[in-house]
């Protein structure tokens, strides 16, 4: 439905030219999200599918196994949308300090994605609440270090910013001025502590990600940010236990709607459209992560039968079988000093491995050689394709 003034227009200069930016009103929408029967139907299979993909770890001997790589691929895809060209191996590649096949800067910015998320997450579960000071630590890690570590890393904007265009005056959208932006973000902090009035988590999620990048608060990173909101809100409502719904995969296969509703948003104050995408991009990116951990459990089990009939070896195998679940591309001697086995071992474990067709050898080197758990990996890489 259309509301009436969402948010007001303020004329501002900038870069010699005279614009109108655009301040929200607060959350939540007046009047209120109206849910239909038809979305209270879409919203009820959303939070099934949530409350099968929050128990995946009965597919999963351990759920971290899963968490680890699904954390970098949500760090992939999000990057990937702003423009970077690193792929999931590029960051495994990264971490265990191989050469990957793109611009280090690239590949940067998704690990600073995963060790944002990380820290967001250790925060929230040692009681810190989901604040403006805990958005400006995580938005200084997402930066520190990369292309975005000149333009104020872990503070609020100090000048005009604007999205699509050249310029401010072809903008496609220009957020507020930057004397706005500390009581915009002051009202959306409240609304997340739920002190302008109770909503459910997912209305939540949904209101504050808009909201976020309506405002657009720091020069850089905004996007990034708005999309790890998401993931930090189901948490903190405890719609999730563990961080396995990740957005950006749905967001970048639809990103012209994604743009175009954000817009829609902001200009004809059409919430119910865009809880609406939001709640669809929940229930099948739920489904989808449900059905990544059952294959990757049907995975697992098949190749551990086909370990436990390697002899002497078969337990040396496990571990390292265990191991490549975390990292599925990895070298000898990480697998060593993450397993304790001595690098003859290893060796002989992976020289096993590759027989039996789990893993393979990927550079053809005598020395410095490189394994690929592939078919582990290939399950995880599904949509990560650079765009």
Known sequence: MKRKNPGRYITTSTTGETVKAYVPNPLPPDPPLQISTALRRELDKALLALGRLDSVSSYLPDANLLL???????AVLS????????????????????VPGVPIADVKEVSNYVSALTHGLDRIRSGFPLSNRLLKEIHAILLSGGRGGQKNPGEFRRSQN?????RPGNAVFVPPP???????????????NNERGI????????????????????????????????TLILCVENILTEPLLYLSL???????????????VRVDGDWEIWFEFFIKAV????????????????????NRKLIQGMGRIAGSSLMIHQNLMVHPLTDSAHLSAATGLVPNTVNKVLKALITSGIVEEVTGKGRNRIYVYRKYLDVMNEGTEPL
């Open 68 to 74: 680890y790589t699904y954390i970098r691929k949500e």
């Open 79 to 98: 990057s990937q949308i702003e423009g970077t060209q690193s792929s999931l191996s590029d960051l495994l590649l990264f971490e265990m300090d191989a």
């Open 162 to 166: 604007w999205i699509g265009g050249t």
């Open 178 to 192: 930057p004397n706005e932006v500390p009581d915009c973000m002051g009202e959306l902090e409240l609304f997340l």
């Open 199 to 230: 909503v459910s988590g997912l209305e939540k999620a949904a209101l504050s990600h808009v909201q976020f990048e309506t405002i657009h608060p720091f020069l850089d990173g905004n996007g990034r940010l708005g999309r790890l909101l998401i």
């Open 250 to 264: 749905y967001f970048k296969s639809h990103r012209n709607d994604y743009y175009d509703l954000l817009q829609k």
């Open 283 to 302: 229930s099948l990116t739920a489904e989808q992560a449900t059905g990544t951990a059952r294959k990757l459990s049907h995975l697992a089990d098949e």
